[in-house]
């Protein structure tokens, strides 16, 4: 079992960054392709970005690429989301997520991921 803690969330002016962690715990977290997702109100959940077990992939959703880096850390078995150049569109609450079932590359589907964060509101002000 993967129990996940998001942190890094705030409010932040149109332009900035804020960078989000994912303390995880489990020792089969590098079993486990990552990803974040993020929810705003009266919207569905939706993907921005997937890393795979090993690091070696990553994915992004159109509105981030250029912007966003996912990024983990197996040792510290903990995995980031930088968020650069932040516009208040990306205002949400930010979850991270683990899943199995693509290990190498990390799902765009939230129902593919098996365990997730309480996760960490992020706030754009314009």
């Known amino acids: 079992q993967v129990q996940l803690v998001e942190s890094g969330g705030g409010l932040v002016q149109a332009g900035g960054s804020l960078r989000l962690s994912c303390a995880a715990s489990?020792?089969?977290?590098?079993?486990?392709?990552m990803g974040w997702f993020r929810q705003a109100p009266g919207k569905e959940r939706e993907f921005v970005a997937a890393?795979?077990?090993?690091?070696?992939?990553?994915s992004y959703a159109d509105s981030v690429k250029g912007r966003f880096t996912i990024s983990r850390d197996n040792a510290k078995i903990a995995v980031y989301l930088q968020m650069n150049s932040l516009k208040p569109e990306d205002t949400a609450v930010y979850y991270c997520?683990?899943?199995?079932?693509?290990?190498?590359?990390?799902?765009?589907?939230?129902?593919?991921?098996?365990?997730w964060g309480q996760g960490t509101q992020v706030t754009v002000s314009s």
């Open positions: 997520a683990a899943d199995r079932t693509l290990p190498y590359t990390g799902s765009r589907r939230p129902n593919d991921y098996e365990y």
């Open positions: 489990g020792r089969t977290f590098s079993s486990y392709a």
């Open positions: 890393i795979s077990w090993s690091g070696s992939y990553t």
